[in-house]
């Protein structure tokens, strides 16, 4: 692996510009059956919602074997098939509102090879801004890993543990069709979410994966639900284990001295699938 010339990709940037639609929210609130008023000009994205937007559009032909944009434009080639979003760090400073056009400008910040039980791993992180002219909404820094091909009979370390209990939580039943809608919503082709046969014969998993930001989605959605009348000012979250479909899991949240919520997704076998924090601030 010549981890030099992936390195030449940081610094490497590009800026999308949208005029932030309704669509999009009023169909992921129904996906994640909410009972809001409907979205409009004027109301303000919730957290992580900027994700169902500055989708990359590109051609059918110019995807790679797993259904994702093939690598070597904005970010780098990196010679391993498994692409993974390892976690995120978000500061959000300011709303950004449905109606507004938005900029988003993504950059490569850097680009990290370890070794791991499993094999080679290569870590790409990204730094995206998201601004309306020169308002500054959304700062987030987001962590990208690639891993080794599944070897055959391998068995995966186990998960740390989830905590038994929060002080709020919400069950989750996932589908296919729940995965379905968060693809399509986020013009997602990877097909560890849809198709199985490539999910367990060739990437090694039990089934179809849940999408990690479906999963900080809907802790933030757990938020909210928690307290309405309260914005989120910083999200950070680690995602620690694969969430398979068809096995109902659980989202938590609990109060911590310091003023910040731990928010954590606890796989049915009582894995921690993801953790995180959260701290808000009023209106």
């Known amino acids: 692996m010549d981890i030099a010339h992936l390195q030449s990709w940081v610094g490497k940037s590009e800026t999308r510009l949208e005029?932030?639609?309704?669509?999009?929210?009023?169909?992921?609130a129904a996906t994640l059956d909410r009972d809001d008023p409907p979205y409009a000009d004027g109301t303000a994205l919730p957290p992580l919602w900027h994700w169902l937007h500055f989708l990359p559009i590109f051609k059918l032909s110019d995807a790679g074997y797993d259904g994702h944009q093939a690598?070597?434009?904005?970010?780098?080639p990196v010679p391993l098939p498994r692409r993974m979003w390892a976690g995120s760090r978000f500061r959000f400073h300011a709303p950004m509102h449905i109606g507004e056009t938005l900029q988003k400008t993504s950059t490569v910040q850097s680009v990290t090879h370890k070794s791991g039980r499993s094999g080679d791993l290569v870590f790409v992180t990204v730094k995206h801004l998201v601004s309306c002219e020169d308002r500054i909404g959304i700062d987030e820094e987001h962590d990208i890993?690639?891993?080794?091909?599944?070897?055959?009979?391998?068995?995966?370390?186990?998960?740390?543990?989830?905590?038994?209990?929060?002080d709020f939580s919400r069950n989750i039943d996932p589908g296919p069709v729940l995965l379905f809608r968060y693809?399509?919503?986020?013009?997602?082709?990877?097909?560890?979410?849809?198709?199985?046969?490539?999910?367990?014969?060739t990437e090694g998993y039990d089934g179809l994966v849940v999408h990690g930001p479906l999963?900080?989605?809907?802790?933030?959605?757990?938020?909210?639900r928690q307290y309405p009348d309260r914005i989120v000012a910083s999200f950070d979250f680690r995602a620690l284990?694969?969430?398979?479909?068809?096995?109902?899991?659980?989202?938590?949240?609990?109060?911590?001295?310091?003023?910040?919520?731990?928010?954590?997704?606890r796989r049915h076998d009582g894995a921690l699938a993801?953790?995180?924090?959260?701290?808000l601030k009023d209106v």
């Open 145 to 166: 890993v690639y891993r080794d091909a599944a070897k055959p009979g391998a068995v995966p370390p186990p998960p740390p543990m989830a905590p038994d209990r929060g």
């Open 274 to 279: 993801m953790d995180a924090t959260a701290r």
């Open 19 to 28: 005029r932030i639609a309704p669509f999009p929210s009023n169909a992921l």
């Open 215 to 224: 999963l900080a989605t809907l802790l933030l959605d757990l938020l909210r």
């Open 241 to 265: 284990s694969t969430v398979i479909a068809d096995h109902p899991f659980s989202v938590h949240g609990a109060h911590g001295d310091d003023g910040d919520i731990r928010l954590w997704v």
């Open 183 to 201: 693809s399509a919503l986020t013009f997602n082709g990877h097909r560890i979410h849809y198709d199985h046969p490539f999910c367990t014969g």
């Open 71 to 76: 690598l070597g434009d904005f970010l780098p």
